[in-house]
Structure formats: C-alpha cells, structure tokens
C-alpha cells in the first residue's frame, strides 16, 4: 500500500513539475484518474441524447441517407481533428488549452492577439454547448410531458424557458462541487450512455420486425424535406447532427490540471471520447433508420422531437418515456460536464487576464478547489443565451454557433503546428510523427468546412425573425465585441498567457520532471520580479 500511495505522489509531482514547466502552479486537485478522464471526455458529447436530440437534422435534410451516411463521412474528419488535438494537448497539458497551444506556437509578434482570437473563439463554443445542452434537455422534458399527457399538455416557449432555467440552477449547484464528485459522476454517467444507446439501438432494429426499412433503403434512400432544391447541398447539412454530437472533446485538455499523468491521459481521452461516441452514434441512427418508415408522418409529428416519434412507434408509450428519460439524465450531466468545462476554460482565461473581471473568475474555492465564481458567469450567460428558445430555430442557431466557435478554435493552433510551430513544437508522450503535416491539414481544412456549412439554415425559406438562424449573429456579434476590446484596450496590455510561478518554482519542480518534458515550449521567468 505505502508502495502505491508513493507511486500515485511521485506521479502528482511528475505532473505538477510538467505544469510549472508551462509556467503555472498547481491549485487543483488531481482526482481524475485515466478511466474517469475519459469517462467525462466520453459523457461530455452525451451520446444518446444528442443524436436522439439531433435526430431531426439528417432526418428533413436527407432521410435515410443523412440518418446513416450523413453521420460516417463527418466521423472521418473529426478523428483527424482529434488526432490533432491529443497531440498538442500530450506536449502542453494545461486547462488553457488551445488558446496556450495558439500563443506557444505563434509568431512571436502575432501570438497576443493570435492567442485572444483563440480564447474568445473557444470560451464562445463552451459557452454555447453548455446552453445547447441544457436547451435540449429542456425540449425532451417537454416532449416527454407531451407524451406522458397523450398531446393535452403541449407547452410553450415561456414554460420551455422556465424548465431550461430550472437546469441551469441544479448545475448552478452541482457544477462547482470538487473534482472527485465530477469524476465519479461522468464515470456513473457513461455507464448509462453506453448502455441506454446500446439496448435503444438493437431495439429500434429488432422490434418492428419484418416492417422496418430495408437495408438497402437504410443506407441509400435520399428524402430532402428542407425545401433546398440541391440535393448535394441537402445531403451537406445532414452533417450537422454529427457535428453538434461530436463537440466539446477538448474538455480532456481543459480539466488536465485535474488529471494525473496528464500527459498521457488526456489525448487517450480525446480519442477513446471521440470513437467511442462515433461508433455508439452511428448505431444508434442505423437502428433509428430501420425504424424510421415513414419518414414524411415522422417529418410532421406534432411532438417536439422526431425522435420521440419514432421511440413512440416502436416502444409504445411507457417503453418510450423510459428510453427518453434515460437520454434526458445523460443530457443533464452532459450539462454538468460542459459546465465544468466551460468553467476551467474561463478560469484559464482569467487567470491570464483575458476576461472582463477576471479577478473574480479566477478565483479557487478554498474547500471545494474548483472556480466557483467561472461557473456562475457561464449559467448566467447561457441564461441570456436562452431567450433564443422564443425562435423556431433556436437549435439550428446554438448548434450552428457553437461548432464556429468551438471548431475555429481547433483550427487555429493546429494550422499553427503545421506551419510557423512545425519546428519548434516538442511533442509529448502521444505523438503524429511524420502524418502530423497532413492529418493536421485535413483537420483545418474539415474545421474552416464545417464552419461555414453551419451558418446556413436547415429551410431556405425565410419568412420571419423565428424562421432565421441566428448562428451568424451569435458569431458576428461576439467577433465584434472581441475585436473592439482588443483595439480599444487589450492590445496595449494583453501579452498572451501569462506565467503566475517564479522562476525559483520552476528550478524547484525541475527534479520531478523528465527530460523529454523539461523541453517546455514556455520560456521560463528570468526573475520574480518580472512578473
């Protein structure tokens, strides 16, 4: 025992070396073990509720083809992002995350605002998944209650608001509890994931028998209920259901101040996260499609979420609202894990000064060891967020705007790895070798795709302020807010991510770490004073 307890603090000190090397010290506990890091990596893209959530996407821009195919191609070019990312995030393991990856592997006389760009670009998308989360989550409860009342309770915007701010409250409370409780929570939750997308999938192609969907429809058969008269351009934003899915898995990088033997750990974590909700996904929109037809009667159901329709037709009503309540509490602790996500990324920002009141957000509770304060300020944007809810299409704006934010922050720091940083990078455990250039190339090229192919709306037709998607607003109006900050003020004083460890510490730290992590990409203080 006494054995083990030294291996696990050799381990911790190992780490907490590593970090000081990147120029921070250590104010976190780390209670993330490699199975709980990637539990939450795994919980944070909440699999069956998010494809059961997102269902509708592929269903009106595709039918079965977007439902199965529409979900394989995006799966290819996201492994190559998260390839990217578990590389850099292996050499750099720091709850800053991509903006530090930015900043270490710009030009010098561009990494500040290269490094802002990222920042605000990332804290956007977290903060936006949270609320999209949440959103969701809230939508199935109404679904669920509209079922449950065999369509006499069918509740509005206003009610629907209520309920996503009632989720926003129980995070409020959860959220900023200590990394032990988080870890066990994300581990208990992915139990559930795994198993609910599982049993619903084998279930959605077994129980309607000889009346499902031929194979051959499953995998080939295009419906495009969207009104877009190209079909080509139709099947394309089918990907949106996959790209919502398959977000947030940065989370591994963010909560690395956490985790022991981060450097190992997080990259696994992206990876396994990442295939593992793509294998699970694609299994679960099989069955959905086997089960799926009717695809015109499933189109205009009167409930909130197709998707509701098809367990209805398949389970009948109790064995429906079992399968949806599960896919509403892995959506509630995808909140709870996005919360936490979004809350470490907004501590590293303010720990570098790059928020408005960044004294306050970078604070640690003494006790719980967490930034308390971080997450409040993410529920309490994501509660102005939320007022989207009153707009027919307020998940096409949140999920559209949230995959910009999130995927141009991916972009950058990989575009800058396979460029300017090439040759300075030091790569860490996990590592590309020689297909680092080209997966990193694809990676950026996917992400820039993507990125454009989300602000176009689902339907053409645009008749009022309710049918628009607000994605490009959202995007607009944060890169305007950001670039005005940065030319009134942040330009004279923002210097990118900023050490808080003397370089007393460092030399201190430097016996626990080893030679290939000693080759820090972060110059190290010259004096304490300096900083």
């Not at 821009?61 to 195919?69: D, E, Q, R, V, Y």
């Not at 069918?154 to 409250?169: D, Y």
């Not at 398949?314 to 399968?323: A, P, Q, R, S």
């Not at 790569?427 to 070798?433: D, I, K, N, Q, V």
Request: proline content about 5%; charged content about 10%; aromatic content about 10%.
């Amino acid at each position: 025992m006494a054995e083990i307890l030294q291996r696990k603090v050799d381990a911790q000190n190992r780490d907490d070396a590593l970090l000081a090397s990147l120029g921070y010290k250590s104010e976190f506990k780390r209670d993330f073990s490699t199975l709980h890091t990637c539990a939450y990596a795994f919980s944070i893209m909440g699999v069956c509720g998010a494809v059961s959530a997102t269902y509708f996407f592929p269903l009106i821009a595709a039918g079965h083809l977007g439902l199965t195919i529409g979900w394989l191609i995006p799966c290819f070019f996201v492994i190559c992002v998260a390839l990217s990312l578990a590389e850099l995030v292996s050499a750099m393991p720091t709850s800053a995350g991509l903006y530090y990856f930015s900043a270490k592997l710009a030009p010098p006389k561009y990494a500040p605002l290269i490094s802002w760009i990222t920042g605000w670009s990332n804290w956007t998308g977290q903060v936006l998944l949270f609320c999209s989360a949440d959103f969701v989550a809230a939508q199935m409860i109404v679904t669920g209650i509209q079922v449950g009342s065999d369509g006499r309770v069918n509740l509005g915007p206003a009610p629907t608001f209520g309920i996503i701010l009632a989720i926003f409250l129980s995070h409020a409370i959860i959220c900023p509890s200590n990394s032990k409780l988080l870890a066990r929570l994300s581990l208990f939750a992915g139990a559930i994931n795994v198993a609910t997308t599982i049993s619903a999938a084998v279930a959605l192609i077994v129980v309607p028998g000889s009346g499902r969907t031929s194979a051959k429809d499953t995998f080939g058969s295009f419906t495009g209920s969207s009104g877009w008269d190209n079909n080509g351009w139709a099947f394309i934003l089918s990907f949106t259901s996959a790209m919502w899915a398959l977000t947030g898995y940065d989370a591994a990088a963010h909560i690395s101040e956490e985790t022991a033997s981060a450097s190992r750990t997080a990259p696994l974590a992206i990876l396994s996260g990442v295939l593992g909700v793509e294998i699970l996904g694609f299994l679960l929109l099989i069955g959905a499609s086997f089960a799926s037809t009717d695809i015109t009667r499933i189109v205009n159901t009167s409930l909130g979420m197709p998707m509701g329709q098809v367990y209805l037709d398949t389970f009948g009503k109790k064995g429906m609202l079992v399968v949806w309540s599960l896919c509403i509490v892995v959506l509630w602790v995808n909140g709870v894990s996005q919360g936490v996500d979004a809350s470490r990324v907004t501590f590293a920002l303010a720990r570098d000064g790059a928020l408005p009141g960044s004294r306050w957000w970078k604070q640690i509770h003494p006790l719980t060891k967490t930034p308390v304060y971080a997450v409040w300020l993410v529920i309490s944007t994501s509660a102005i967020i939320a007022v989207l809810v009153w707009s027919e299409t307020a998940l096409s704006s949140l999920a559209g705007a949230t995959v910009v934010g999130l995927y141009m922050s991916y972009a950058i720091p990989i575009f800058l790895r396979i460029t300017y940083g090439n040759k300075t990078f030091k790569p860490g455990p996990f590592h590309l070798g020689r297909f680092s250039r080209p997966i990193g190339a694809i990676a950026v090229l996917w992400s820039l795709f993507a990125s454009v192919v989300l602000l176009f709306p689902l339907d053409p037709h645009i008749n009022s302020s309710k049918d628009m998607n607000y994605a490009v607003v959202i995007v607009c109006g944060v890169f305007l807010l950001s670039a005005l900050s940065w030319v009134l003020s942040a330009r004279k004083w923002f210097k990118g991510p900023v050490p808080n460890i003397t370089a007393d510490e460092i030399s201190s730290s430097e016996g626990d770490i080893s030679p290939r992590d000693s080759e820090s990409p972060i110059e190290k203080p010259q004096s304490s004073e300096k900083l």
